[in-house]
């Protein structure tokens, strides 16, 4: 039996694994911490994020208006044209799938697309997880490796 404080300590320690990136993707000084999949996106974040947290995500950015009010260091890949599905994928120029990195803070934000590069999406499950790897280059360097991130249902095609 645990203790009465012990009880909510677990229960954080528990879902704090929750949207893990399940792999090694690093590089250009992004480290992601989580990673979800849904509808056309599949987002990875250097901060803890909850899928709520994810509301913000679209498939266009008013270049203008910051998306989110909170500090955000994110990895968006769009499916331009469909939603998540397995294969591999060139996400330079004009493709069908496409890679940004997004960063911001306060009223100053950026959109850094991927020059070149990769996406392979081994599996996806509705409702479970995309497993896939990445080789891109941004201006600011190259990020790869493999994942595995949960769904999240704030990420859907209505975007």
């Given at each position: 039996m645990l203790?009465?404080?012990a009880r909510p300590l677990l229960a954080l320690?528990?879902?704090?694994?929750?949207?893990g990136v399940g792999g090694d993707l690093?590089?250009?000084s992004f480290d992601p911490v989580v990673g979800y999949w849904g509808g056309p996106f599949v987002v990875f974040s250097t901060d803890t994020l909850d899928c709520i947290d994810l509301w913000w995500v679209?498939?266009?950015y008013d270049e203008d208006e910051v998306p989110w009010d909170q500090?955000?260091?994110v990895l968006q890949v769009t499916f331009n044209d469909s939603d998540v599905v397995e294969g591999s994928f060139d996400v330079s120029g004009v493709s069908p799938v496409s890679a940004s990195r997004l960063t911001g803070?306060?009223?100053s934000w950026e959109i850094e697309d991927a020059?070149?590069?990769v996406l392979t999406i081994d599996s996806v499950k509705d409702g479970g997880k995309a497993k896939g790897e990445m080789d891109i280059t941004l201006a600011?360097?190259?990020v790869g490796g493999s994942f595995a991130v949960k769904h999240c249902v704030n990420l859907t095609s209505a975007y």
């Open positions: 203790p009465p404080l320690a528990l879902l704090t694994g929750c949207g690093s590089g250009a679209a498939k266009d500090a955000f260091d803070s306060g009223e020059t070149s590069g600011s360097g190259a």
